[in-house]
C-alpha cells in the first residue's frame, strides 16, 4: 500500500525559509515523479513543483521560480521542498502527490503558514 507523508511546515515571518519533507512507502520511489501542491484557503489546489523519478528534470510554477528548489534522495525515499523568501501569498497546506497507472496518491498535507 503506498503511503505519502509530509513534515516540516510551521509559521514562518515574510522572508524566512522553511523545508518540507514528503516520505514515501510502499512503491517502487525512484521509479516515479514526485510532486508538491499547495491549497491556500477558498483557492483550487495549485501545482507547485515537479520532480522527475531520477531528479534529473524539475519545473516551477512561475510564482515560486527562483525561491523554491525540489529535490530528491532516492534511497532515503524522500521528496523535498526548500522554501526561500517566504511570502504571506505562500500560505497555504502543501501536499506530495505522485501518479501510479490511473490512480493519484497524496499525503495528508501540511500547513506553512507566512505572517508576520
Known amino acids: 500500500q503506498a503511503q505519502i507523508v509530509e513534515s516540516g511546515g510551521g509559521l514562518v515571518q515574510p522572508g524566512g525559509s522553511l523545508r518540507l519533507s514528503c516520505a514515501a512507502s510502499g512503491f517502487t520511489f525512484s521509479s516515479y515523479a514526485m510532486r508538491w501542491y499547495r491549497q491556500a484557503p477558498g483557492k483550487e489546489r495549485e501545482l507547485v513543483a515537479t520532480?522527475?523519478?531520477?531528479?534529473?528534470?524539475?519545473s516551477y510554477t512561475d510564482s515560486v521560480k527562483g525561491r523554491f528548489t525540489v529535490s530528491r534522495v532516492n534511497d532515503k525515499n524522500t521528496v523535498l521542498l526548500q522554501m526561500n523568501s517566504l511570502k504571506p501569498e505562500d500560505t497555504a497546506v502543501y501536499y506530495c502527490?505522485?501518479?501510479?497507472?490511473?490512480?493519484?496518491?497524496w499525503g495528508q498535507g501540511t500547513q506553512v503558514t507566512v505572517s508576520s
Open positions: 520532480i522527475s523519478n531520477i531528479g534529473g528534470s524539475t
Open positions: 502527490h505522485t501518479t501510479m497507472g490511473f490512480k493519484d496518491y
